[in-house]
């Protein structure tokens, strides 16, 4: 986590090597950029959508609550359901996303 915050300057986690594979990979968020077999794999190929930001910014989520295994699959959630609203907001139903990407916690705690 970030120890203090300066106004203009945002730092990012360290997030790299092993650290990097691990989070990008299917526990975490590569199961929702995969364009084959994706719940959002329709949703990414818009031509509003940036797949390669929205990945980045799903890895460095992650990466910043590292070591907590918990929150790590939280952060990951949570991102998966952001996605999910800008991919609502664009017209594509992304339904059993939950389900697919392993994100079945209670219904109140995702708002789509």
Not at 9 to 16: A, F, L, S
Not at 18 to 23: K, P
Not at 76 to 96: E, H, P, Q
Request: glycine content about 6%; hydrophobic content about 35%; some cysteine.
């Amino acid at each position: 986590m970030y120890s203090s915050c300066q106004a203009g300057i945002h730092p990012q986690p360290i997030c790299n090597g092993t650290l990097e594979e691990l989070i990008d990979g299917d526990d975490f968020c590569a199961s929702s950029f995969d364009l084959v077999s994706s719940p959002f794999d329709e949703c990414l190929s818009h031509p509003e959508m940036n797949g390669v930001n929205f990945r980045t910014r799903c890895k460095l989520d992650v990466c910043s609550v590292f070591p907590d295994g918990e929150a790590m699959k939280d952060s990951a959630c949570a991102f998966r359901n952001a996605l999910s609203i800008k991919c609502r907001m664009l017209g594509y139903a992304v339904d059993n996303w939950r389900l697919a990407t392993g994100c079945c916690k209670a219904m109140h705690d995702f708002v789509s």
